[in-house]
């Protein structure tokens, strides 16, 4: 049975920082790879971060790029996200998500996900 369990999320200032952890469980994490995506009150799910299976290729959509870092360690069976100089409007629940390649952002497209983690960014 594949598990992605996400953890790390909570209340943070602007301008702050949270990394957020996908254990991932019941695949082979070296063929797959991983995405964060994230959803807001009333809004559509949106992809921001993608790293590949062996974690050489990166994606970010450009709303995050040069403030969040993916990372990954396939060993520990754990996907990564690093959130600095948070802003109100990142405020969602994130999940993460696997599939094979990280080729478009399309929720419908990825197979496996967990359940979200809610990072709220409020002073």
């Known amino acids: 049975q594949v598990q992605l369990v996400e953890s790390g999320g909570g209340l943070v200032h602007p301008g702050g920082s949270v990394r957020l952890s996908c254990v991932v469980s019941?695949?082979?994490?070296?063929?797959?790879?991983v995405a964060w995506f994230r959803q807001a009150p009333g809004k559509e799910r949106e992809g921001v971060a993608c790293?590949?299976?062996?974690?050489?290729?990166?994606n970010y959509a450009d709303s995050v790029k040069g403030r969040f870092t993916g990372s990954r360690d396939n060993r520990g069976g754990t996907v990564y996200l690093q959130m600095d100089s948070l802003k109100p409007e990142d405020t969602a629940v994130y999940f993460c998500?696997?599939?094979?390649?990280?080729?478009?952002?399309?929720?419908?497209?990825?197979?496996?996900w967990g359940q979200g983690t809610q990072v709220t960014v409020s002073s």
């Open positions: 790293i590949s299976s062996t974690g050489a290729g990166r």
């Open positions: 019941g695949l082979t994490l070296d063929y797959y790879a």
């Open positions: 998500a696997a599939k094979k390649w990280c080729d478009n952002w399309r929720a419908s497209s990825y197979d496996y």
